[in-house]
């Protein structure tokens, strides 16, 4: 064992015959596994950008790095984030352009671009919070490159924040469609409470008139009228529950774009850890990731049918709520 004698950069142990020991990809500085899988990434990755090669202080020879005896040459599909030989123009998986503009091969964070990721491919061996990227990416599958080059590089910067513009402008309908329903139906209570703090007493019965008048009407004209009438007979918000459903709306795009990448991270994570005992091999475990991951379309239409039914309620307790 060629690194015998020599420590582990992370918790600064000697390596002994008996580690279990994993080799940088990009430098090939050596790691005890469970130091990698702590931090997520090599100890060294701030040397990675200006060419940085781990040499073995005791002069003893090195193994080849890994990206020298597996040169991790098959390229992404950058539409389904299945892995196609060399050369390959259509994805043998979805059928699509395999670099269709290079959509989302780069990083394309708010702020927090990284430059060492600037490549084309994710190599298949590099970990992401201690799972394998080929691992993150078929539970991902949609736009599986986009969050795995974010997710690689919040694991390297030590970060818990990355924007998302789709997580902060469509909070609910992208948590349902990341299949996130615990988050999803935590933000639509709170959003019911908001509703019923700031809409005035008067609006529910203002509602019902409107429906009654839409109902009687002959002439599809006037309707517009209508709700103009509707809009002048009922109250104004007081300027405290503008002002709070205000913050709530901009808080909330904020909270949900700075941390909605790291939401999903976890995830994914935690998804993936509960799903491997109940496969008895890679094929079934890998298209378990799959069945189980991905995004939800049936979700993402309920959303709109949830939203407006959320607001209705609110609305109507808000009624109640006058009464009293």
Request: aromatic letters at 12%.
């Amino acid at each position: 064992m060629t690194f015998q004698d020599t420590e582990c950069p992370v918790c600064h142990r000697v390596f002994t015959a008996d580690d279990d020991v994993v080799v940088c990809p990009d430098c090939g500085t050596p790691h005890h596994r469970e130091c990698w899988q702590q931090t997520g990434h090599c100890a060294n990755w701030a040397r990675h950008a200006g060419g940085y090669a781990w040499q073995n202080p005791n002069g003893q020879e090195e193994p080849p790095k890994p990206q020298e005896a597996l040169p991790h040459k098959k390229v992404r599909c950058a539409n389904c984030g299945a892995w196609n030989e060399p050369g390959t123009n259509v994805c043998t998986s979805c059928g699509e352009r395999v670099n269709r503009e290079n959509r989302g091969d780069r990083p394309m964070g708010f702020g927090f671009g990284d430059p060492m990721l600037n490549v084309d491919t994710v190599p298949e061996n590099v970990l992401i919070d201690g799972i394998p990227a080929e691992e993150t990416a078929a539970y991902v599958r949609e736009n599986s490159t986009r969050y795995l080059w974010h997710f690689i590089s919040m694991d390297r910067r030590d970060s818990k924040i990355n924007w998302n513009w789709a997580a902060a402008l469509f909070r609910p309908f992208w948590l349902f469609y990341r299949k996130m329903y615990g988050w999803g139906f935590l933000y639509l209570a709170v959003f019911l409470v908001i509703i019923v703090l700031t809409t005035p007493g008067e609006t529910f019965s203002a509602y019902l008139e409107l429906l009654q008048s839409v109902k009687s009407i002959e002439d599809p004209a006037a309707i517009p009228a209508l709700y103009e009438q509707f809009i002048m007979n009922t109250a104004p918000a007081a300027i405290w529950q503008q002002t709070l459903s205000s913050a709530f709306q901009t808080i909330s795009m904020v909270l949900f774009g700075l941390f909605g990448d790291e939401l999903y991270k976890r995830k994914v994570k935690k998804s993936i850890l509960a799903l491997r005992p109940q496969a008895s091999s890679m094929e079934e475990y890998m298209a378990l990731l799959q069945k189980k991951g991905g995004v939800s379309i049936l979700m993402l239409l309920l959303t709109a049918v949830l939203s407006a039914a959320v607001s209705f309620l609110g609305v109507f307790l808000s009624y109640l709520l006058s009464l009293l």
